[in-house]
């Protein structure tokens, strides 16, 4: 190690020893994009309405991107802002469905790669320097945008030459852009020289990418210091240096990246990893039958985008829980919302069920907001006293006993209906609010369109009424764990 990496280090973040583990999910894999003329399509960006971006690869090596919705409808478009690019890729998708990445030429000279972004309505444009007097005042940035968070603010690097004179060797400059057009350069004092990379964004202007000089790192920038990381495992190279990379931060702090695992002294393959900070956790990302895994985008529910030479697929933590492996839709990330409310984003159809999940609590209210009424509603199993769970309905001024509901059994509303409530969760169950199969329930429409609704955690100690022996009145419910959850939909 050098000295340098070493003081350009947080202590707090210094890790007295890694864990390693292997990730539980679900892979769900991928439709490319249906064109005779394609190749393939590599996934790179989702957001937390499960919308992703990437690259639809071509016969003759050119590349163009698109904008992906949680049905599988793909959107291929061209960076009409530089005719001249031959290959364009999406590197990320905002929620507001603002698409970023980069172009390059036939050359692929690094001088002439652009970022660029497309806004949800179709329009596209470059990104600049901004216009302030300087040597690239209002120059384009040559190089690849990558990481955006919900004020706009997007990160990446840009190619230009180094050294305090501006005359040095051509590297990799990384910089954070506003919505406004404030512009910061990234450069870690300890390490001037170094080719900084910077790759995602979260919402409290935490930023992740990596460095080179002797080698690759990982790197957080978080109030103005840099922290250095690798994975245990890229210790092999044969030159001894690094090449552990991070692609991509979420607003929960967990963080995706990989490095090259090499078997001997030419042959290596790339490893993807998820990485949590606080526990110094390395957790890798397996596709079964691929040698090669990488992964570069991440929404607040923990999914991932995973492309491999086993196939383009989205990760979703906890594993199947809906019956015969139905996805599962997860809240969308709730910080204004108040604590135990968790709102979903889920384009519907009628005919189909849909499984959504929120936190733990005796019970939950399901509201439709402004979009499709619920047509009926499938409570899980083996969660209520003998399986079974109380239904209350609406009656215009308060809820009132309706039904007595067996898990795994859909129920039929008789008419439409906005809201209702599930009561009769035993804190026995012992749902633990961290796992997005805790509760998963199964939910029909009556008509098309945006299922934009909520699901509130009900308080402890909703009583159940007399005649239903079975459901226990006052469930108590530990106050900590009546809380939504960071989670997105599935795609």
């Known amino acids: 190690m ?12 210094l890790p007295l020893a890694w864990s390693l ?7 769900t894999p991928i439709a490319p994009f249906a064109d005779p003329l394609a190749t393939s ?47 364009t890729q999406g590197r ?7 698409v970023i990445g980069f172009s390059m030429t036939a050359s692929g000279n690094a001088i002439d790669w652009r970022g660029f972004q497309r806004t949800a309505d179709g329009t596209v444009s470059l990104l600049n320097h901004p216009v302030d007097g300087g040597p690239q005042s209002g120059v384009p940035l040559a190089g690849i945008s990558q990481g955006i968070n919900d004020a706009g603010t997007i990160v990446g690097n840009y190619r230009a030459r180094s050294g305090l004179t501006g005359t040095g060797p051509y590297r990799n400059h990384g910089y954070i852009l506003t919505s406004s057009g404030g512009f910061t350069e990234l450069t870690d004092p300890a390490a001037p020289f170094a080719s900084v990379n910077a790759r995602g964004i979260a919402n409290d202007g935490t930023v992740v990418g990596f460095s080179s000089i002797a080698g690759t790192e990982g790197w957080i920038y978080s109030g103005g210091t840099f922290q250095y990381f690798t994975h245990p495992g890229d210790i092999d190279t044969p030159s001894g240096q690094h090449t552990t990379v991070f692609e991509a931060i979420n607003n929960t702090g967990l963080i995706l990246g990989q490095y090259s695992q090499y078997i001997d002294d030419t042959t290596s393959y790339s490893k993807a990893f998820s990485f949590d900070p606080v526990a ?8 079964p039958g691929a040698l090669n895994v990488q992964t570069f ?43 135990g409310q968790a709102q979903f984003a889920i384009t519907v159809a009628p005919g189909t069920t849909y499984y959504i999940d929120p936190a733990y609590a005796s019970g939950f209210e399901y509201l439709a907001g402004n979009g499709p009424l619920f047509s009926s509603v499938t409570a899980p199993s083996g969660v209520g ?11 215009g001024s308060h809820y009132v006993f309706a039904a007595r509901l067996t898990g795994g059994t859909a129920y039929d509303f008789a008419a439409p209906t906005a809201r209702f409530e599930l009561r009769g969760i035993p804190a026995s169950a012992g749902i633990d609010p961290n796992n997005p199969s805790g509760f ?7 008509s098309a369109g945006q299922f934009d609704g909520f699901q509130n955690a009900l308080p402890a100690g909703v009583p159940e009424p007399a005649a239903w022996s079975l459901f226990v009145a006052g469930f108590g419910v530990v106050g900590a764990a009546v809380r939504a959850r960071r989670r997105t939909v599935a795609a």
Do not use: E, K, M
């Open 2 to 13: 050098d000295i340098c990496r070493i003081a350009a280090r947080s202590a707090a973040l």
């Open 21 to 27: 583990a292997a990730a539980a999910g679900t892979l």
């Open 41 to 87: 399509t590599s996934l790179l960006g989702i957001n937390n309405a499960g919308w992703t971006t990437g690259g639809v690869v071509y016969a003759d090596g050119s590349q163009r991107p698109f904008l992906r919705d949680p049905s599988g409808v793909y959107t291929v478009f061209d960076n009409t802002a530089y005719p001249a690019a031959t290959v």
């Open 92 to 98: 990320a998708v905002s929620n507001s469905n603002t």
């Open 280 to 287: 110094h956790s390395f957790t890798d990302i397996d596709v």
């Open 297 to 339: 985008g991440i929404n607040d529910a923990g999914q991932y985008v995973v492309s491999s030479d086993a196939g383009q697929f989205i990760y979703s933590p906890g594993g199947p829980a809906a019956p015969g492996g139905a996805s599962v839709f997860l809240p969308v990330s709730g910080g204004a919302l108040p604590p």
């Open 385 to 395: 006293v003998g399986n079974h769970l109380a239904l209350y309905l609406w009656d």
């Open 440 to 446: 998963v329930t199964g939910l029909t429409f009556a």
